[in-house]
């Protein structure tokens, strides 16, 4: 199956912890926040403070917007500028810390008994193409431009914040993504185990 996921679309809900809302972009089942095996979804943090736990699961986390991120990880401190990245336990204890305002963050939370994960940004301006050989392949387009994709001789636009899932799609070759200027790709790529 193959989804073009409008941000219009997505869906708002309160944080696990209700201190804020985040925007639900896709998940495996279930409509609480402790039954998935895997989720991807934004956040908009607009004040410093604790993470929600998500324990069992393993999370990605990247700065989309704003000045960037303090985060105290189980004791160890790690500063996040505009789309940079990082991974942690669920289970740990994470204190965020604005840096200069509010930042939009994008998420992956998964369970790593469960699937294996990659999960890796997209910068290069060229065509790029990729191969299918995961369960699930997800696609979200940062830039404020478009970002045309070729499946199969289908062509997807995903304008900004904009998503595309496909799912038990193994028998499709390759996805392209075709060039762009300003390329700001995400690509999450779930295996079962």
């Known amino acids: 199956m193959i989804e073009l996921l409008k941000a219009s679309h997505y869906k708002k ?7 804020g809302y985040t925007l639900e ?6 409509e609480s926040l402790d039954e998935f095996d895997w989720r991807i979804s934004m956040a908009d943090v607009k004040t410093s403070g604790d993470f929600s736990k998500f324990n069992g699961m393993n999370r990605f986390l990247t700065v989309l917007e704003g ?10 401190f790690k ?3 505009t789309l940079q990245s990082i991974e942690f336990s669920g289970d740990s204890v994470v204190i965020c810390k604005l840096l ?7 998420n992956l939370i998964y369970n790593p008994k469960k699937f294996d994960a990659q999960y890796q940004w997209i910068f290069s301006p060229e065509v790029s193409e990729i191969p299918i ?3 699930l392949i997800f696609i ?17 636009h995903l304008q900004h914040q904009d998503s595309l899932k496909l799912e038990n799609e193994k028998s499709l070759k390759a996805i392209i993504l075709n060039q762009q200027f300003l390329k ?10």
């Open 13 to 19: 809900m309160r944080w696990k912890n209700g201190e």
């Open 25 to 30: 972009i896709a998940r495996s089942v279930g």
């Open 67 to 76: 000045q960037g991120i303090s985060l105290c990880i189980d004791h160890a």
């Open 79 to 81: 500063h996040l500028k």
């Open 100 to 106: 200069a305002g509010h930042i939009r963050d994008f």
């Open 133 to 135: 050989s995961s369960d």
């Open 140 to 156: 979200f387009n940062q830039s404020v431009e478009a970002l045309v994709i070729e499946i199969d001789q289908q062509t997807f």
């Open 184 to 193: 700001q790709t995400c690509l999450i790529q779930l295996t079962k185990i």
